[in-house]
T-cell receptor
């Protein structure tokens, strides 16, 4: 079963528009961590944010903001006043214990949402 | 720049061959992870090492192996290569290897198998 679902495959916007990326996750753990990464056309994966399951405060960092809602198992990401440089694939990821009897854990990525910002 | 380095950046080889990908973690990080990114499978976790020892295994094929050396750099060995192994291989590192750690990714090695 898919642990992290990013239902939007592609989003295209015009510069200065806001864009919201949806992320829905599935876990039985009470302690888990959520991440967002950005993969620009150059290919590297850039860390954007980490959130633990006990911290439901929304966060804003410049033009980026994140809305974490445990009740709906969602961790959505909004880019305000988008710019061409925001064009990238954005990944949501869930880190949880893979096996409660060991120290193994697993970081599961969603399929990614490709954001294209047109000038 | 994440501080994680990977070499080579690109690798082109033929089916049946063996290649080695190298990764140096961020200074101070003890844990190294390997991921494969392909168009059909997305980002898949392969294997994790912590301070020289294997910590967790993901969807890693038997033809693939890895190790982490005393200086904490890691190598991923891919053998008997098939066309389907063509992908972008990422190395990531984190401080302690726990689930709350942020993994910082290297620039990746793009492997093309012809």
């Amino acid at each position: 079963a898919q642990k992290v679902t990013q239902a939007q495959t592609e989003i295209s916007v015009v510069e200065k528009e806001d864009v919201t990326l949806d992320c829905v996750y599935e876990t039985r753990d009470t302690t888990y961590y959520l991440f967002w990464y950005k993969q620009p056309p150059s290919g590297e994966l850039v860390f954007l944010i980490r959130r633990n399951s006990f911290d439901e405060q929304n966060e804003i960092s410049g033009r980026y903001s994140w809305n974490f809602q445990k009740s709906t198992s969602s961790f959505n990401f909004t880019i305000t006043a988008s710019q061409v440089v925001d064009s990238a694939v954005y990944f949501c990821a869930l880190s949880e214990w893979a096996d409660k009897y060991s120290n193994d854990y697993k970081l599961s990525f969603g399929a990614g949402t490709t954001v294209t910002v047109r000038a | 720049d994440s501080g994680v380095t990977q070499t080579p950046k690109h690798l082109i080889t033929a089916t049946g061959q063996r290649v080695t990908l190298r990764c140096s973690p961020r200074s101070g990080d003890l844990s190294v992870y390997w991921y494969q990114q392909s168009l059909d499978q997305g980002l898949q976790f392969l294997i994790q090492y912590y301070n020289g020892e294997e910590r967790a295994k993901g969807n890693i094929l038997e033809r693939f192996s890895a190790q982490q050396f005393p200086d904490l750099h890691s190598e991923l060995n891919l053998s008997s290569l098939e066309l389907g192994d063509s992908a972008l291989y990422f190395c990531a590192s984190s401080a302690l290897g726990g689930p709350g750690d942020t993994q910082y990714f290297g620039p990746g090695t793009r492997l093309t198998v012809l």
